[in-house]
């Protein structure tokens, strides 16, 4: 039957109300199908046919894809000829040629590659055009005149062009601004008739969490966009307004702006566009309220909208996203299931009674999906109400076979600015992830017969999916509901992170309202010690304050005198043989409780720290996640470590004093951990956020963890001297000011201390950067918390070509600048009350501006509540400078100039402190020799230099960032270094490195048993290194980054002996230092004379106590191993120095001693684009510096 004729037959069906059958619906979309291939390929131009050639070549080579995205991707990031050219060497070097490339390409790449270092200069601006002009198909000038005479064209094809504005991540709000005005003029254009408009696009500061406000500051703006749009309509040529949507979170706060805008008296006539993806289950549910809305507003007098249905084009990101969240992906599993949904959904749409309400545009170049719809189109005689559309560019040929039959065609026609070619590189990887994917039918498409394997292969796929729409799921998989009980991690079950809440979920958005207004408006609250199992008020009484209303005092808490933690420090010490003695599956299991009562009162604890600490809501919802993390992860590590064979005995009492910044997870994470190695522990709560505190020791006992084991002591810092002091505490836990360790290292040398200190953490930005994505994680890194997280970066340092950028500046201020500041209880703002008014160092830098110094961005106190301070950025601050050299703990950016990449490490390797470290670069190169010349714990890659999550991240710095012995909160080895250990020596015996074997055949004057026993512990040493210390672990593996935990050599170590030869305890522990790889210095006492020559195995010198200090304030090493107890000269000498000492008995097992010579690595990188991972699949690995 001749096409017309079929469809007329159809149409005719429907007119006598005959019903199609699933199988009819199959067969005549089949017949369509044959008729649009076959006229797509009559169609076809040499020019169409050879661009499909190309991308079928393109199909069979992962890595010419690699190297064409990641090409695409880079080329327009820096001005600088030489590092354009650069890039493409590289990517040469490290993918080869793209296969698909034809002989003239190839060529061209080979005298690129060939003459790039000589001829930079033209060779840039010559492949920046090759580029642009192989995507200029898909992606249009934005030039007006350019873009009128394309439009013109396609106008006299009689094709209208749907307009998408690609321009820059719109960060703040002059940007959004712009964009809104740049709607207006595309719409006062006569020859535009349809825009597509991005929420996002047009409010910087859209927010979940704040999604009322978000929604009325939406809302404002559209009305302005709709009221442009019916002022430039005619009847003959009316203005559409498409609401685009790309994400999950997008789909209920665009439909919410979109229906209530539209619901407005004013704007009942006009006629909107809204997009529904089919690969959301949601999308089913949601057609259905916008088709009921619809109706409602047509019986009203209003205007038909219009309805665009896509399958999905932000799969990867969503997957990517998902995983880094913890979340369930929100997109059905299978391909299969989103063409089902499809159909259902275009089935809905093409009703009578719904058609007539929702206009539809069905969005496929699929042919089987376009035949499908012109069959149900027929058959409910919706005639132009169901149009088509189509990407421009992808498909000419296909679009002139389907004008033939159906004229009411759209192309999408993404527009963009030549000077903001970058703002589409994500437009275009998500159109290159289309046609690539193996189940996606334009990947199958090219060269396509009827009848041939892919024909079939997708005829087949068709049909099933047509008898499915029926029986396919419309369940949301993101069932989150903090309504409902919460579920827990199984015991026996792996650790897995805790997900955070997803507030673009209703009930949970309800579910925080509520613990808020609780809190907010509670009673004043009474806060008591609890210690030798009992409550008592204490010898005084504080006053606890809100940050948000410093003027208020919502609760009042007891401190103790030094009487009453003198009797604390008994109780623990008397408790303390029952409680070590309990078995490790108990303890462990206790801490599995307290992860469920954490569980069950999250939103208390929220509500808790929004008023304790003046967190926004959100980042105290993280901290409830990172205190979950730390009683699971702890849980299951020390009985791993358990069942190794390790044996750990706990040093007593443990005195934990955390901070006021993290007042739940800190406390939880330092105690929980001394609790489940069997101290008992004394939780010291920072005197500014006792309330919070309080609530973690209730949930422990709540638990099962006895009050006089964990008990809650506030007091003042004199009071707490003498839980310091000699006959204090055996460990204590601080996180805290670098000169508050040091304050406890002079207080009592001996102190096993485990500090985690201050940080001056930098952010660098590299030429090579994505320049959106750096100031979005500059926001993330600097000011969340108002900067007062340990990690904050407040030093960003530029290499000179972003310095030197204004428009980066200028992007950069607006996005400081559009920050919402203000209290706490108000979920929009972003910039929250500081836990003090500004002083001493903060104080200095907002108020004093040193040589050379402007501000880009003025901080201003708020006159109302002097805790607010405005986000500042400062530039112009000289390396050496205050602004660089001090750590501020506030919302305070400092910049400085950078040479390059080199100088740029220079600088941030200058300051004091090694916490955290970030880098922006998208050159491989470049972060190779950033994580290898970093001096910093945690350091990050193309994401925030803040957030780090147990297991994934775990947390430590290098140098004054950290006292003790080093092992990162959350990591594998924070429980090992608490107490004291000794672990099994191996019964089988491996191949030991050639230097430790050399090493121990100098050993001759050793006895037979004690060289048994060392070779033992040397294999023992290389079974920790080939299983632990040797390799890179990422145990989290979570999609799109890559989070590394690695150990690195420390710089120096040094061996003292002491008063008595051990030459078997100094063997071994010299076999840990040499297998460690870190360079080792052997002090000797006159008289103890070394038993062999150390020459070629490290430094040794016969040196007296006073020549071996005086070696030791010159040039302290990182590390100082002593043999027998050290005293405390040597203590305090090296603690004035940064060296932390190790005088415990030399272990026989690797695990433990080598732990000495080694520094914990943490590395998190970003490893997608736009959640494209072909180029590290291709690479394979994340970039490493070993």
């Not at 309509?233 to 665009?254: G, H, N, Q, S």
């Not at 954490?598 to 003046?614: C, E, F, H, N, S």
């Not at 999609?1039 to 690695?1046: I, K, R, T």
């Not at 710089?1051 to 051990?1062: G, H, I, K, N, Q």
Request: hydrophobic share 40%; charged share 20%.
């Amino acid at each position: 039957m001749e096409v017309r004729g079929l469809l007329d037959h159809i149409q005719r069906q429907g007119q006598n109300g005959n019903e199609l059958s699933a199988e009819q619906y199959v067969s005549f979309s089949e017949e369509l199908a044959v008729y649009l291939l076959q006229a797509a390929a009559s169609e076809t131009s040499p020019d169409d046919k050879e661009r499909a050639e190309r991308l079928s070549r393109m199909m069979g080579d992962k890595a010419g894809q690699a190297f064409t995205t990641a090409l695409t991707d880079r080329i327009c990031r820096s001005h600088d000829p030489a590092k354009v050219v650069g890039q493409a060497r590289s990517l040469l070097d490290q993918l080869g040629t793209p296969a698909y490339f034809g002989p003239l390409d190839r060529l061209q790449l080979g005298a690129l590659h060939q003459l790039g270092g000589v001829l930079p200069s033209w060779l840039a601006p010559a492949m920046m055009h090759r580029i642009r002009s192989e995507t200029r198909p898909f992606v249009l000038p934005a030039n007006p005149a350019a873009l009128a005479k394309h439009l013109a064209v396609r106008r006299r094809e009689g094709v209208r062009i749907n307009v998408n504005h690609l321009g820059e991540a719109v960060l703040g709000e002059t940007e959004a601004m712009a964009r809104g005005e740049n709607y207006l003029d595309l719409l006062a254009r006569p020859d535009i008739d349809t825009i597509s408009v991005k929420l996002s696009a047009i409010y910087s500061q859209i927010d979940p969490l704040s999604y009322d406000h978000s929604c009325d500051q939406l809302a404002k703006r559209l009305r302005v966009i709709y009221q442009a749009a019916m002022k430039h309509a005619t009847p003959e040529a009316p203005k559409l307004v498409y609401l685009d949507m790309e994400a999950f979170r997008d789909l209920e706060i665009t439909l919410e702006v979109c229906t209530h805008v539209l619901s407005e008296p004013e704007f009942l006539s006009y006629s909107g566009g809204v997009v529904l993806q089919a690969y959301l289950p949601d999308s089913w549910h949601a057609q259905q309220r916008l088709t009921n809305w619809a109706l409602h507003r047509c019986s009203q007098g209003g205007a038909p909208i219009r309805l665009r249905l896509v399958k999905g084009a932000n799969l990867a990101m969503e997957r990517v996203e998902s995983a880094t969240r913890g979340w369930p992906c929100p997109i059905y599993g299978s391909k299969a299931e989103v063409d089902a949904n499809f159909k259902r959904m275009l089935a809905y749409a093409v009703e009578p009674e719904h058609i007539s309400a929702v206009r539809i545009g069905v969005a496929s170049h699929n042919i089987f999906e376009i035949a499908h719809a012109l069959v149900r189109r027929s058959h409910s005689g919706a005639g132009a109400q169901v149009g088509f559309e189509l990407l421009e560019g992808m498909a000419d040929p296909l679009r002139k076979a389907l004008g033939n039959l159906a004229p009411e065609i759209l192309l999408y026609g993404p527009t963009v600015d030549e000077a903001e070619f970058h703002s589409a590189i994500a437009y275009l990887v998500r159109r290159l992830d289309e046609n690539t994917s193996d189940d996606n039918f334009l990947r199958q498409s090219f060269d396509m017969c009827v009848g041939d394997d892919a024909w079939l292969t997708q005829k087949q796929l068709f049909a099933q999916s047509v008898h499915d729409q029926h029986d396919v799921g419309a369940d949301t998989l993101r069932t989150q509901d903090r309504f409902a009980p919460a579920s827990h991690l199984p015991p026996e079950a792996p650790f897995e992170n805790e997900a955070d809440t997803d507030f673009s979920l209703a009930p949970n958005r309800r579910w925080l309202n509520a613990a808020l207004a609780r809190w907010h408006d509670g009673p004043l609250r009474t806060v008591l010690p609890r210690f030798a199992g009992q409550e008592c008020v204490g010898s005084d009484m504080a006053d606890g304050y809100d940050p948000s209303r410093p003027l208020e005092t919502p609760y009042q808490y007891g401190l103790l005198n030094r009487a009453e933690l003198s009797c604390a420090l008994e109780c623990s010490r008397k408790v303390f043989p029952d409680w070590s003695a309990r078995s490790p599956e108990y303890r462990a299991e206790l801490l599995t409780r307290v992860a469920r009562g954490l569980r069950k009162q999250r939103a208390d604890l929220i509500g808790a720290m929004v008023l304790d600490a003046g967190k926004r809501a959100d980042e105290a919802d993280a901290e409830v996640s990172e205190a979950i993390d730390f009683a699971e992860y702890y849980s299951r590590n020390y009985l791993d470590h358990v069942e190794s064979g390790l044996q750990l005995t706990p040093r007593g009492v443990a005195v934990v004093t955390p901070p006021w910044n993290f007042p739940l997870a800190i406390p939880l994470g330092g105690a929980l951990a001394a609790l489940v190695t069997g101290h008992t522990v004394l939780l010291k709560p920072a005197p500014e956020t006792v309330l919070t505190a309080s609530l973690a020791a209730k949930i422990c006992w709540d638990a099962g963890i006895p009050d006089e084991v964990l008990q809650f002591v506030p007091c003042d810092d004199v009071a707490a001297s003498c839980l310091i002091e000699r006959g204090g505490g055996d460990v204590v836990i601080l996180t805290g000011a670098t000169s508050t360790a040091r304050l406890f290292q002079r207080l009592r040398p001996d102190l096993h201390l485990m500090a985690e200190t201050g940080g001056k953490n930098c952010l660098i930005v590299s030429a090579m950067a994505d320049r959106d994505l750096a100031i979005h994680d500059i926001l993330a890194s600097a000011y969340s918390h108002s900067g007062q997280k340990c990690s904050a970066a407040s030093l960003l340092i530029c290499e000179a070509e972003i310095y030197d950028d204004p428009h980066f500046w200028q992007s950069l201020g607006d996005a400081i600048t559009s920050l919402p500041v203000g209290s706490a209880w108000q979920k929009k703002n972003r910039i929250t009350p500081l836990i003090h008014p500004p002083s001493g160092a903060l104080r200095r830098a907002i108020s004093i501006v040193e040589d050379n110094e402007v501000w880009l961005v003025t901080p201003k106190q708020d006159h109302t509540n002097p805790h607010l301070l405005c986000p500042g950025l400062k530039l112009g601050v000289s390396p050496g400078s205050f602004s660089h050299q001090t750590e501020l703990f506030g919302p305070v950016l400092s910049a400085l100039r950078a040479d390059d990449l080199d100088h740029a490490l220079q600088i941030a390797n200058a300051t004091p402190y090694g916490l955290t470290a970030g880098l922006q670069s998208l050159d491989e190169g470049e972060q190779r020799q950033f994580l290898k010349t970093m001096t910093a714990g945690n350091l990050y890659v193309n994401r925030p230099t803040t957030g780090a999550i147990v297991q994934r991240q775990p947390f430590g710095g290098h140098k004054r960032s950290s006292v003790g012995p080093g092992a990162k909160a959350g990591g594998p080895n924070y429980l090992l270094q608490i107490g004291r250990g000794e672990g099994p020596l191996p019964t089988s015996t491996v191949k030991l490195s050639a230097t430790v074997t050399s090493f121990l055949m100098t050993l001759a004057d050793l006895s037979t048993k004690s060289m048994c026993w060392l070779r033992l512990c040397a294999t023992s040493d290389e079974e920790h290194f080939n299983s632990q210390f040797g390799r890179i672990h990422d145990p989290s593996a979570v999609l799109g980054q890559s989070n590394e935990l690695s150990y690195r050599p420390a710089t120096d170590s040094w061996v003292r002996l002491m008063s008595r030869p051990a030459p078997p305890q100094l063997a071994r522990t010299w076999c840990a230092g040499l297998r460690a790889g870190t360079k080792l210095r052997l002090s000797i006492p006159p008289g103890l004379e070394p038993m062999m020559d150390w020459s070629a195995y490290g430094d040794a010198f016969v040196e007296t106590a006073d020549e071996f200090l005086d070696m030791l304030r010159a040039q302290p090493p990182e590390r100082l191993r002593c043999l027998e107890t050290a005293d405390e000269t040597i203590l305090r000498v090296a603690a004035d120095g940064g060296c932390h000492v190790n005088a415990q008995p030399v272990a026989e097992s690797g695990r433990l001693e080598m732990l000495h010579y080694l520094r914990e690595q943490a590395v998190s990188s970003t490893i997608h684009r736009y959640g494209n991972l072909s180029l590290h699949d291709r690479l394979g690995a994340s970039p490493s510096p070993q």
